[in-house]
T-cell receptor, first 115, second 116 residues
């Protein structure tokens, strides 16, 4: 069956521009997670959704970051006024429902480069 | 808050040799523990997980891990590595809060190099 997909796979942008990253979770998975993977910080948890709701946004690095999920399916992570330190691989994962004991299935990621 | 330490940034092993990747965690209660593998340009794939019960868990691709509460460790092992095992390995801990998901906390990863 189809796994988690993310688009675009690569994104190069100029400092100050806005970018949108998309995640399509596995069909039927109600929980969706965003992580950021960078050389300096390793893998950082950013935010999770249960359905369309994100109960805790405190993991987002700054107020330039926002995320939404519609129809309990596709999610977008938006970064406004990108900075060079935003360069990283952004990974999306989904699981059947919310719960730290459940396997999270990861997408291939979007590599973001801010020039 | 939980944390994960993977002391070895790089490990080089000869093909056919045994492997042990170290992972230490910090968490106030019994955690949920995971090992993921990431091949170049790929997402993370779950190798195995520990929640409770038998402290020796078997995973895919011939990997196993042992949970040692007294040492706060969850080391990954494989008796004989193959060239295809070359990848980045991540240990992760999930908070066993029983409520909402806090996301996984990952270690920095161990880069495994296989020598022919």
């Amino acid at each position: 069956g189809a796994g988690v997909s993310q688009s675009p796979s690569n994104k190069v942008t100029e400092k100050g521009k806005d970018v949108e990253l998309r995640c399509d979770p596995i069909s039927g998975h109600t929980a969706l997670y965003w992580y950021r993977q960078s050389l300096g910080q390793g893998l950082e948890f950013l935010i999770y959704f249960q359905g369309n709701s994100a109960p805790d946004k405190s993991g987002l690095p700054s107020d330039r970051f926002s995320a939404e999920r519609t129809g309990g399916s596709v999610s977008t992570l938006t970064i406004q006024r990108t900075q060079q330190e935003d360069s990283a691989v952004y990974l999306c994962a989904s699981s059947l429902t919310v719960g730290s004991n459940l396997e999270q299935f990861f997408g291939p990621g979007t590599r973001l480069t801010v020039l | 808050a939980q944390s994960v330490t993977q002391p070895d940034i790089h490990i080089t092993v000869s093909e056919g040799a045994s492997l042990e990747l170290r992972c230490n965690y910090s968490y106030g209660a019994t955690p949920y523990l995971f090992w993921y593998v990431q091949s170049p340009g790929q997402g993370l794939q779950l190798l195995l997980k520990y929640f409770s019960g038998d402290t020796l868990v078997q995973g895919i691709k011939g990997f196993e891990a042992e949970f040692k509460r007294s040492q706060s460790s969850f080391n990954l092992r494989k008796p004989s590595v193959h060239w295809s095992d070359a990848a980045e390995y991540f240990c992760a801990v999930g908070a066993a809060t029983g409520g909402g998901a806090d996301g996984l906390t990952f270690g920095k990863g161990t880069h495994l190099i296989i020598q022919p």
